[in-house]
């Protein structure tokens, strides 16, 4: 046991230096992490390192709720240390192994002074060039250079049309850069798992890609010395992406944007009971937003008090809407009752957009389940809600709480749970849909399935367009209700068809907006 004095070195020696920090044997997620005095972790932005302590021979990194993440053997004396590192095993997860490796500050802070060196050199040449091409090597090329940045298999069918789109089209020539997802800047989910299912169906697809497992800022120099017109990264959350890739390292070239999500008019922000999504400060750096459907007039309104250009929108109708309506219907449970499919958003907690009912609500429906023998009843949470469970301190529901559900869930004859693919085939095959995902709300309105919302109290509120949309769902904020409700629909017609075929009109207008896409990435280059 470490005693006070030993202690006493070894928080004088941590508060003293900077620190690189990262998983074993990869690219760190920071070099300037500093421990400060008053146990708090600055200059790095995670939730899951805020901060730290030592204690019972170990140095502990804590989350924001004081809860320990990582765990640091600490040897007798910092003199011990080999080579000025500590590895420590992420608690979450303990096959994750974290390295921490200590700086001088005249080293750290020299480092800082070359990476912004190299940045303010880049952004000089990035705008002297087009004044002063010879003061700088010029490659010309024929094609026009696009590049994916590409992390996550589920929200793939978003964009797979222009992908396939522009790879058979000479008159482009396409990078897809796949890496690892990461959840509040750290890689928490099984990494060999997402990235390579996600090289799996870019294979299928019969297209190359270049795996970026931990060199993100070789990866980022390459790309600009291929000199990519365009980028185009699945999410708008830079906390999805290493620091390399984040929204101020690509503003070099011209940033596109392709939601995810068919539209974001339906919520204001997380934590605000007011304002547009569209507001988001990454569309500071976009050059273009191809948008579902036009702005409405709140969206207008709310881009005009912010900074963020009405410039950058042009609706092309939704590709990702175009690819549910054409899901072939697939049911993964061989069981001939009719199918419920019960689909779970991550936001359990209250640290975003608190829609997530699943600790409320998931013993009520493996019971409910397990009562209806007659019903084929398939769980799709969200990929991130195991996630979130394990990293957020949640009341009365652990991650071995939710292992232990899915595992008694799928026993049953007629469950099932839908992991790592698209959802799309089930929600084409389901006869009634039981929600609290607000993307799901008006996603399988789509594909004209009844839909029951169960709404949380508390919830981000939804704006008057958001409101609208709801005209097409089934809304109920109470479990046993909300399955009542499903019931009733299994026997009786929808009278929400009507609401979601106008609902989803403008979604799914052009057959083709991957072409339009296209042909604005011409126009720009002047083609």
């Known amino acids: 046991m470490m005693d006070d004095k030993q202690q006493q070195v070894w928080e004088t020696y941590l508060t003293q230096k900077w620190f690189s920090f990262g998983k074993q044997g990869q690219e760190p997620y920071t070099r300037q992490m500093i421990l400060s005095t008053d146990g708090q972790i600055t200059n790095y932005g995670s939730n899951n390192e805020k901060f730290w302590q030592v204690k019972d021979d170990k140095l502990q990194f804590l989350d924001l709720n004081h809860q320990p993440t990582t765990s640091f053997s600490l040897p007798d004396d910092p003199s011990a240390m080999k080579h000025f590192t500590l590895i420590g095993t992420y608690l979450r997860n303990p096959n994750v192994k974290h390295q921490l490796v200590a700086h001088?500050?005249?080293?750290?802070?020299?480092?800082?002074?070359?990476?912004?060196?190299?940045?303010?050199?880049?952004?000089?040449?990035?705008?002297?060039?087009?004044?002063?091409?010879?003061?700088?090597?010029?490659?010309?090329?024929?094609?026009?250079?696009?590049?994916?940045?590409?992390?996550?298999?589920?929200?793939?069918?978003?964009?797979?049309?222009?992908?396939?789109?522009?790879?058979?089209?000479?008159?482009?020539?396409?990078?897809?850069?796949?890496?690892s997802r990461i959840y509040n800047t750290v890689n928490v989910f099984d990494e060999m798992q997402t990235r390579s299912g996600l090289e799996d169906v870019l294979h299928k697809n019969g297209l190359n890609y270049i795996s970026v497992e931990s060199d993100f800022d070789g990866a980022l120099k390459k790309m600009r010395l291929w000199q990519a017109d365009f980028i185009v990264r699945q999410s708008q959350w830079d906390n999805d992406?290493?620091?390399?890739?984040?929204?101020?390292?690509?503003?070099?070239?011209?940033?596109?944007?392709?939601?995810?999500?068919?539209?974001?008019?339906?919520?204001?922000?997380?934590?605000?009971?007011?304002?547009?999504?569209?507001?988001?400060?990454?569309?500071?750096?976009?050059?273009?937003?191809?948008?579902?459907?036009?702005?409405?007039?709140?969206?207008?309104?709310?881009?005009?008090?912010?900074?963020?250009?009405?410039?950058?929108?042009?609706?092309?109708?939704?590709?990702?809407?175009?690819?549910?309506?054409?899901?072939?219907?697939?049911?993964?449970?061989?069981?001939?009752?009719?199918?419920?499919?019960?689909?779970?958003?991550?936001?359990?907690?209250?640290?975003?957009?608190?829609?997530?009912?699943?600790?409320?609500?998931?013993?009520?429906m493996l019971a409910w389940t397990k009562a209806h023998q007659e019903l084929s009843v398939l769980f799709n949470p969200h990929p991130l809600l195991r996630e979130v469970i394990e990293t957020e301190k949640l009341h009365g529901l652990t991650v071995a709480d939710y292992d232990d559900f899915l595992k008694e869930f799928t026993s049953l004859p007629n469950a099932g749970v839908l992991q790592h693919t698209t959802q799309y085939g089930a929600s084409a095959a389901a006869d009634v849909i039981l929600t609290d995902g607000y993307s799901a709300f008006y996603e399988m309105q789509i594909q004209r399935k009844p839909i029951v919302a169960l709404l949380r109290p508390g919830h981000t509120p939804f704006t008057p367009e958001g409101k609208q949309i709801l005209r097409g769902l089934h809304v109920e904020t109470d479990i046993t209700h909300a399955q009542q409700e499903v019931l009733r629909l299994l026997r009786t017609p929808d009278d929400k068809r009507g609401s979601q075929v106008a609902i989803t009109k403008a979604w799914l207008a052009n057959d083709h907006p991957e072409y339009a896409i296209m042909q604005a990435m011409r126009g720009e280059m002047g083609y």
């Open 104 to 179: 001088d500050a005249v080293e750290a802070l020299r480092d800082v002074r070359d990476d912004l060196v190299q940045n303010v050199t880049d952004r000089f040449w990035d705008a002297k060039s087009p004044i002063y091409p010879v003061g700088r090597k010029i490659k010309t090329h024929s094609h026009i250079r696009i590049a994916f940045i590409l992390n996550s298999v589920e929200t793939l069918p978003a964009l797979m049309p222009l992908i396939k789109a522009l790879q058979d089209d000479a008159m482009f020539e396409l990078k897809l850069l796949t890496i």
């Open 241 to 364: 992406y290493p620091d390399a890739f984040n929204a101020d390292r690509l503003d070099w070239a011209r940033l596109i944007h392709i939601p995810y999500t068919i539209t974001e008019k339906m919520t204001a922000p997380a934590h605000l009971d007011h304002g547009s999504m569209l507001t988001n400060d990454y569309y500071l750096h976009v050059w273009r937003y191809f948008t579902a459907e036009p702005l409405f007039p709140s969206e207008k309104k709310a881009i005009e008090q912010s900074f963020v250009s009405k410039d950058i929108f042009q609706p092309v109708g939704s590709m990702k809407a175009k690819m549910i309506e054409q899901a072939k219907p697939v049911w993964p449970i061989q069981h001939g009752g009719k199918r419920i499919l019960w689909t779970a958003h991550h936001s359990v907690g209250d640290s975003w957009f608190r829609f997530g009912t699943f600790p409320e609500i998931y013993k009520s």
